[in-house]
Structure formats: structure tokens, C-alpha cells
């Protein structure tokens, strides 16, 4: 086989498009490639065919040298053939140059690409230019994907207008249009070309067949998805779901599905789940984007492989917002990882993994609070922006992540030179977003980098080194507030939180009725999340009581404490609620602060009980509806819905539309609250005499007496020898607190094998509690404890327990194995009408964070919630030797020869605990641990 007769068998096998023959014709080309002899030009172009199709569609490896080494093929078989022999390696190296474009995130290589393609369509006869029209046409959309300018667009009509003519009613060129008419859409945000392109391609797909009916499909789908994220419609969403469904079935049976449908099936499948709170439907979009992966196994990471590890992520990302798994976190920790491997180890690609990875560090650390996730979160951001494009949204994005997750190491090591990190990066990411630059470039200003900046302004100018630089500080941060104020409308959704920020910035020096004129203005917007409002009555009543006006004051208090209930919907995981709450910490402090000082003391109770114990007081059934549940329910999530990453203008049109009608309506439920004649409204204000009522009538005198560390007050009769101690985080939870008399059958829960799991004394403390109490049982290891703890009145756990400082509701109880006794899982209890009393002789038990103190989510209150009346609980970690003691004395009290009474469990843990004192009189951590919840 002479050269020339070489070179059309590699170009006919490279054609047939199937991987044997490609693999077939790199074994032909092997002898030939590292040739130093000269070769003809047809062979030259074959090998810059096969070595760029090979770039395109085979591994990450070695695609760099091939593209080189094909264009290099190309551009020599192009110089050495004249006339039309120039046809062939000018279509080739145009194909090859584009490959690189893309490959390496290059426009210019496009460029380079277009001109070739434009002196291929003057050599070819008319006829023959179709092709070259089609991917000239591509080629300036993937231009204009690059660079955002409008030009290309236009270029691109003029290569569409020749195919329409040419060939008016073929499907293709039916798609090409719809592509155009799509992109338009997408970078003018018109309405009209969306519907065009809709058109377009259902014509399209009234005649295609085979893979072109695929692609039609595919491209309706994608419209139907803009349209329906563009406008809210989920009706469009689930038509795009289904035009992709479709699209997937029609794919032939000897081919799998492409990586970019199932890529794309998956991103519809997300926006579908976002729009109707569907956690199956997210599992569906996790799952096809799985599934991408794997058909795109072994090809470039560039194109549809790298946009199913981005679709994956993000489903697991938002998956994490509806459900808080641990699990799911640690498939969102090994797909970040994958990503990383798979992607390239420089450039953008890079940086995006690099993203994706600080964001599941993050993630991680909110869950599980070790600071070392904050090291590993921050040096992956700043991977990202080391490896971000220059394009100005890419690099703004990535410093104002890399601000975000430094500000994380700055509360948790306090230092001055991370604040000036947090400051430097923050300063570089809001000057790549110039006020007139791009929808996208507006997009990080419109962010929450703002208020990060302005908050870590205002922080480093309280511990600059100089007068000079603090004061600059202070004057940045207000200037930057004052920009953000004046550039959002009440009508936009960060309207408040800009004039939260400006006015807390204008307290020190501007006039008081200016400052209360831009809160009141932020308080008011009902177009901005409910939290943000919240604090604008929240700093309205802080400067209201700085100037005196107490009375004031109370009011601002009174309105904030009113919103708290639409911050945390109930719809929302209780994980996600808490840290809503938590952002709010210190509310109840503050009402009850400005009740009493406005001589309402009165008052201060009902604020109390409003502010604390929303979630425990759900979850008991305190807050519950009888009536407008479903309504409520719904205002809320409407409220507090959060708005995607990079939304348009229609779309926070939309938001702040369907917001405003939810805060009015939320306005007219919340009007319930003064309602006094209705018993079944469940908005009602807790009334001081309601609540005395439900206490019997008795009074709660709380008094202070001050002990020695060691508990010893030099002989004279301290707090604990005083009063018997019982916790409950609310009044109104007194009513599911009343234990009924008489025993109760015990069960006692201890893991497998207390041995393996290092708890020896606590099988002890079983085997001795059960030979003691009369009615005691040991729960039987085979059968699922939420089958077994409904048959008994009483159970006493003597097992490890964690207390998931981040995911509260992730906490638990290890019973052996891999069963793990979740708090979530115990407010799921069902049908515990005999529960009376627990005992969980474990650590941390009632441990709570600070910042959650006024909501009381811990296990103990988690068997309350189950039925419990009555529940004993510990505050830290305890020595099983000492926990065990305290439980034997604990049962010697509270059993008889009939068995357990629950209704003196708080006597007999008082009683318990005072021995331990004495027994350990130096060390209180040993004993003081242990409480009693109920009454």
C-alpha cells in the first residue's frame, strides 16, 4: 500500500466513526507519524483527521501532543496543495483547530478556525457548501460563548440564512436555526426568540429520524427547561423532563445515550426538583448524571464528561439542602474527589473541580465543625483563583468564594492578617465587576459579597495596625454600603440586607431619624427574605433603645420577634431550620431585655416563649395547625425560598413578586395571633395568663446562690441542696411534660457487644439495673429498636452517643454494628402512648451549641418529642464508671419492690447526684453533668 492509497484507508476508517476502525487506523498510522520523510499531502490531512478525532473523543492523556501534531499535519498539507486540493486540509485543519479552541478554552484558536472556514466555502461550488455553512455557523456560537459579544451572532445568521436557502425544509437546518434562535434567548433574554426556537425545532421534529430526532428532542428539552426556569413555569419543566425522557428512549439500542443528553436530562431533572420540593426527582437527577459519567468514561474531560461531574455535584449539592444525610455528604466527598482526578491538573477545568471541592469541604464543616475542614476549604478556593480564566465572572466568582470560606478561618482563629485576606480578596473580586459590566459580572456585585466585604471591613478597621488604615477601613465599608443601598430598589430581593449593612455602618455618626428612615424602608421591603428583615427591626430596636425611646424599642422588637416563625419553615429539614434560627441568636435575650426595661414584665414572658424552643415546639405538636397547616406551610417556603446561583432578571422579578404576596398573606395569618377568642388558633400569642394556666396556677421563683468551683461554699447549704432541679425549654412545654402515676415496665437498651465498643461498666450497669428494678428487660439485639421501645413505658440506654455539633439532628445513639439510634429518627417514633420515661446514660445527651441554646435540639428533648414526659439527660461527656454509679443510686430511689415509678424521677436523680457530689466533691465535671427534663 503506497503512501497515498495509506492515507484514504485512515481517512475511511477514521469516517465510519466506530472505535475499532479508529484504533485500526492509529496502528496504520504508527509507521508513518514519526517519518522524516516527506509525505503527501492526502496523507498529511488523513493523519490531521485522525489525530484531532482522537483528541476529541479518546482519554485525557497525551491529547495536548496529538492536537499539536495534527495541526502541525494540517498546516503542511495545506501549504503543499493548491487549488481545490486545498478543500480537504482546510475542512481538516479547521476541525482540528476547533477541537484545540475548545480543548484548551481558547478563542483565538476558533478565530484561526473561522478563517479557514470561510476560504473553504469560496472554493466550494454551492452545492457543496452546506456543510461548511452548518459548522461555520457552530463555530460562532462557541465564539460567542467565549467572548459574549453580539457580533458572532450575527455572523452566525448570515451562515443560516444560506443553509435556509439552500435547503429550507431540512431538519438540521431546522436545528441550526432553533441553536441560533436559543442563544439569543439566552444572552438577550427575549421571551419571543425562545418561542421561535421552540417552533423551530418542533418542525425540525416532525421530519427528523434516527440520531437527528435525538437531537431534536434534546434541543426541545433545553428550550422547555430556559423557558420554565426563565418564567417559573413548572409546566414547561416537566415538558422539558419529558422531551429529554423521550430523547433518551429514542437513542438506538446498540448506542449508549450521549454524556450531553444525560447531562442535560439531569439539569432539567434538578430544576423540576427545586420547583416542586421533590427529593425523588433530585435522586433522579443524581442518577442520570451518574450515568453521563459512565458513558463518558475514558473520553476528554472538556465537553459532556466534564458537564455530568459539574450536574452530579450540583444535584448532590442541593440534594444536601433537602435532606442533610451524612451520607449523601460523603457521596458528595467522593464525587468531588473523582472530579479532581478525572479533571486536568492546570487551567480552568481545574479550577472548577478545585470549586467544587472547597465547596464540599464546606459543607463537611458546617456538619461536622473541625477546623482542619476550614484549612483544607480555603486552600481549594485558592486553587480555584489560581486557576480560574481571565474571563471576569469566572476569576470575581472564584475570589468571592475564596473571600467567603477565608472569613470561616478569621471566626475561628481571630486573626488580623486572615481579615486582610478576607478584605484583599473581597476588594479584587468586586473590582472585576464593574457596576455597568455584564448581567454576569452584575451578578457578583448583587451577591452576598457586599455584605461580606463590608462586614470584613468593618471588622479589620477595629484591628489595623494604624489610625491611617483603620479609618480608610471605615470609610471603604461605608462607601461600599452606601453604593449598594442607592443601586437596589426596594423592589429587589437584597434590598433589606444592603440597608441593614448601610445603617448599622451610619449608626456612629449620621443623624438618628436618617438611620431609622433606611430601616424602616429595609423592614418594609417584602420583596427581601423574611431573615434579613428580621434584622432590620432587630437594629432598629438596638439604636431605638440608644436614643431612649424604650417604648420604641419594644415595638422594633416586637415586629422582629413576629417574623421569626417565617425564617424557618417547617417544610425545610429541622438541620437547615436550626441554622436559620442560629442566625438569630440572642433575639429572645434582646425581647425580654426591652420588655423589662419598658416596665412590661408581663410582656417579657409571652416574647420569651414566642423566641424560644420554634422547632421543639413544633415538633411537640405546641405550634401545629389544627387549620391553614397546608397554607402556612407554603407561605413559608415561598418566603424563605431561596433564589439560584446566577438568576436573571425575570426570574427575581418573579421571586420578588410571588414574596410580596406570601408577606402579605403571612401578615394576615400572623393577624391571628391577637385573636384571643379562638383556642384552636395556632398563632395566637402565648398571654401571660394562658401560660399561668397551663403552669396550674403555681409560680416559678428562680434564685441564685453563689457556689465554690467545687461545690463545697464553705459548709452552707448551696443551690443543689435547695431546690430539686427540672429543665424544660418552654412554659407551654409543660403540657407535654405531665407524667401519669403509677410503674412502669423497663427496657434497657445497651449495644451488641459493650465489650468490643470499650463500655464494660455499662454492661455491668445494665445487668445490675435489671436484676434491681422489678418489670426490667433487656432489649433483644435481633429486633429493630423502634419495633421494641413502643411495648415499654420506661428504657434506659446505656450506650456511646455523639452530639453532631453542625447536624444536630444527625446525633445519636450507637447500639452496635452499624445501627445508630439517630435523633431524627427518634422524633419519628410512632405510636408511643405508654412512653413515660427515659434514661440515657450516655455522653452529651443535652449537649446543645450555644448559638442553638434557645431552641433545646438535643437527644433528650428528641424523647420528649417522642412521648417521653420525663427524660434524663447529660450536658458533656461522662466517665462510664462514675454514669454507671449515678444510675444504680438513681434506681435505688425511684424503684420498689412494684417496680418503677416515673414520677419521682426528678427526686431520685437530685438524690443521685448529691451522693456523687460527695463522692467526687473536687471534681463537679464528674457529677453535675446529669439533668432531668420534665416535671
Not at 663 to 682: S, V, W, Y
Amino acid at each position: 500500500m503506497n503512501l497515498v492509497e495509506l492515507g484514504a484507508r485512515i481517512e475511511q476508517l477514521v469516517r465510519s466513526g466506530h472505535p475499532a476502525a479508529r484504533a485500526e487506523a492509529m496502528e496504520l498510522a504508527g509507521s508513518v507519524r514519526t517519518s522524516a520523510e516527506s509525505l503527501p499531502p492526502e496523507l498529511r490531512t488523513a493523519l490531521c483527521t485522525l489525530l484531532a478525532a482522537a483528541a476529541e473523543t479518546g482519554g485525557q492523556e497525551g491529547a495536548d501532543d496529538l492536537l499539536d501534531e495534527a495541526v502541525a499535519h494540517g498546516k503542511a498539507a495545506l501549504e503543499s496543495s493548491r487549488g481545490q486540493g486545498k478543500v480537504a486540509p482546510l475542512r481538516e485543519l479547521a476541525y482540528a483547530l476547533t477541537v484545540m479552541a475548545h480543548a484548551r478554552l481558547n478563542h483565538s484558536w476558533l478565530e484561526e478556525a473561522l478563517a479557514l472556514g470561510d476560504t473553504l466555502i469560496e472554493l466550494l461550488p454551492p452545492p457543496a457548501r452546506m456543510a461548511a455553512h452548518e459548522d461555520q455557523a457552530k463555530r460562532l456560537l462557541a465564539l460567542h460563548s467565549f467572548t459574549g459579544d453580539e457580533e458572532p451572532l450575527s455572523q452566525a445568521d448570515r451562515h443560516v440564512a444560506a443553509l435556509r436557502l439552500a435547503a429550507p425544509h431540512d431538519a438540521r437546518v431546522r436545528l441550526m436555526e432553533a441553536e441560533l434562535q436559543m442563544t439569543r434567548f439566552r444572552f438577550r433574554r427575549q421571551l419571543d426568540a425562545c418561542a421561535e426556537a421552540i417552533r423551530l425545532a418542533d418542525h425540525a421534529l416532525q421530519v427528523a429520524e434516527g440520531m437527528i430526532r435525538v437531537r431534536a428532542l434534546h434541543l426541545l428539552g433545553e428550550l422547555h427547561m430556559l423557558r420554565g426556569t426563565e418564567g417559573h413555569h413548572d409546566d414547561a419543566l416537566r415538558t422539558a423532563v419529558g422531551f429529554l425522557e423521550e430523547a433518551i428512549a429514542c437513542v438506538p439500542e446498540h448506542q449508549p445515550a450521549p454524556g450531553e443528553l444525560l447531562r442535560g436530562f439531569s439539569v432539567a431533572l434538578r430544576a423540576l426538583a427545586r420547583a416542586e420540593q421533590d427529593p425523588q426527582v433530585l435522586r433522579r437527577a443524581v442518577q442520570a448524571a451518574q450515568d453521563g459519567l459512565a458513558v463518558t468514561a475514558g473520553a476528554p474531560y472538556l465537553g459532556p464528561r466534564s458537564g455530568c461531574h459539574v450536574a452530579h455535584l450540583e444535584a448532590l449539592l442541593q440534594m444536601l439542602e433537602h435532606t442533610e444525610d451524612e451520607a449523601i455528604l460523603a457521596e458528595a466527598t467522593h464525587a468531588a474527589q473523582a472530579m479532581l482526578l478525572d479533571a486536568p491538573s492546570t487551567g480552568p477545568l481545574y479550577a472548577a473541580a478545585q470549586h467544587y471541592c472547597s465547596r464540599v469541604f464546606y459543607g463537611r464543616y458546617v456538619a461536622e465543625r473541625d477546623p482542619g475542614l476550614i484549612d483544607q476549604c480555603v486552600q481549594a478556593a485558592g486553587e480555584s483563583v489560581a486557576h480560574a480564566a481571565p474571563d471576569p465572572y469566572e476569576k470575581g466568582q472564584a475570589l468571592a468564594w475564596l473571600a467567603h470560606v477565608l472569613r470561616l478561618r478569621v471566626d475561628t482563629t481571630n486573626r488580623a492578617d486572615v481579615l486582610r485576606e478576607v478584605v484583599d480578596a473581597g476588594r479584587r473580586a468586586f473590582a472585576l465587576a464593574p457596576a455597568e459590566g455584564t448581567l454576569a459580572a452584575r451578578e457578583i456585585r448583587s451577591s452576598l459579597l457586599p455584605g461580606l466585604l463590608c462586614h470584613a471591613l468593618t471588622s479589620y478597621a477595629e484591628v489595623a495596625a494604624s489610625a491611617d488604615e483603620r479609618a480608610a477601613a471605615r470609610a471603604e465599608a461605608l462607601e461600599l454600603a452606601r453604593q449598594m443601598y442607592e443601586a437596589h430598589s426596594p423592589e429587589h430581593p437584597a434590598y433589606a440586607d444592603h440597608a441593614r449593612i448601610f445603617s448599622y455602618l451610619l449608626l456612629r455618626d449620621a443623624p438618628h431619624q436618617e438611620v431609622m428612615g433606611i430601616l424602616a424602608s429595609g423592614a418594609a421591603a417584602s420583596g427581601s427574605p423574611p431573615a434579613a428583615r428580621l434584622e432590620c427591626r432587630r437594629l432598629q430596636a438596638y439604636a431605638h433603645f440608644r436614643s431612649g425611646e424604650h417604648q420604641l424599642a419594644l415595638d422594633a422588637i416586637r415586629a422582629a420577634v413576629d417574623l421569626l416563625p417565617a425564617t424557618a419553615p417547617r417544610t425545610a429539614p429541622l438541620d437547615a431550620r436550626a441554622r436559620r434560627l442560629e442566625n438569630h441568636f440572642g433575639l429572645a435575650t434582646e425581647a425580654v431585655l426591652l420588655a423589662t426595661t419598658a416596665g412590661r414584665v408581663g410582656e417579657a414572658v409571652e416574647l420569651l416563649e414566642q423566641t424560644r424552643g420554634v422547632i421543639l415546639g413544633d415538633l411537640l405538636g405546641l405550634r401545629t395547625p389544627p387549620r391553614l397547616a397546608d397554607e402556612f406551610a407554603q407561605v413559608l417556603d415561598t418566603l424563605t425560598e431561596q433564589l439560584p446561583q446566577g438568576s436573571d432578571h425575570g426570574t427575581l422579578v418573579k421571586a420578588v413578586e410571588d414574596r410580596k404576596e406570601a408577606a402579605t398573606r403571612f401578615e394576615q395569618l400572623m393577624a391571628l395571633a391577637k385573636d384571643d377568642g379562638d383556642e384552636g388558633n395556632p398563632f395566637r400569642h402565648p398571654s401571660l395568663s394562658r401560660l399561668q394556666q397551663r403552669m396550674g396556677g403555681t409560680t416559678v421563683i428562680v434564685s441564685c446562690v453563689g457556689d465554690d468551683a467545687d461545690g463545697s461554699n464553705h459548709g452552707q447549704a448551696i443551690l443543689l441542696d435547695r431546690l430539686v432541679s427540672s429543665y424544660l425549654p418552654t412554659l407551654r412545654s409543660l403540657a407535654s411534660a405531665r407524667s401519669k402515676p403509677g410503674t412502669a415496665e423497663l427496657l434497657v437498651v445497651t449495644p451488641r457487644d459493650a465489650d468490643e465498643d470499650g463500655l464494660p461498666a455499662m454492661r455491668d450497669e445494665a445487668e445490675a439495673i435489671i436484676q434491681r428494678v422489678v418489670n426490667a428487660h433487656r432489649a433483644v439485639a435481633e429486633r429493630p429498636l423502634h419495633e421494641v421501645l413502643p411495648r415499654y413505658g420506661a428504657v434506659h440506654v446505656a450506650a456511646h452517643a455523639t452530639a453532631h455539633p453542625g447536624l444536630p439532628a444527625s446525633s445519636g445513639i450507637s447500639l452496635g454494628g452499624r445501627q445508630t439510634l439517630s435523633l431524627r429518627d427518634v422524633t419519628r417514633l410512632r405510636g408511643m402512648e405508654a412512653a413515660r420515661f427515659a434514661y440515657l446514660s450516655a455522653c452529651s445527651t443535652a449537649k446543645v451549641r450555644t448559638g442553638l441554646a434557645d431552641e433545646a435540639i438535643h437527644l433528650s428533648a428528641a424523647f420528649q418529642v417522642a412521648g417521653y414526659a420525663q427524660v434524663v439527660g447529660t450536658l458533656w461527656p461522662v466517665a462510664d464508671t462514675i454514669a454507671a454509679e449515678i444510675a444504680m443510686d438513681f434506681y435505688g430511689s425511684c424503684s420498689d419492690a412494684h417496680g418503677l415509678w416515673p414520677d419521682r424521677a426528678a427526686f431520685a436523680l437530685h438524690d443521685a447526684v448529691r451522693r456523687a457530689r460527695e463522692r467526687y466533691r473536687q471534681a463537679p465535671r464528674a457529677w453535675a453533668s446529669h439533668i432531668h427534663l420534665g416535671i
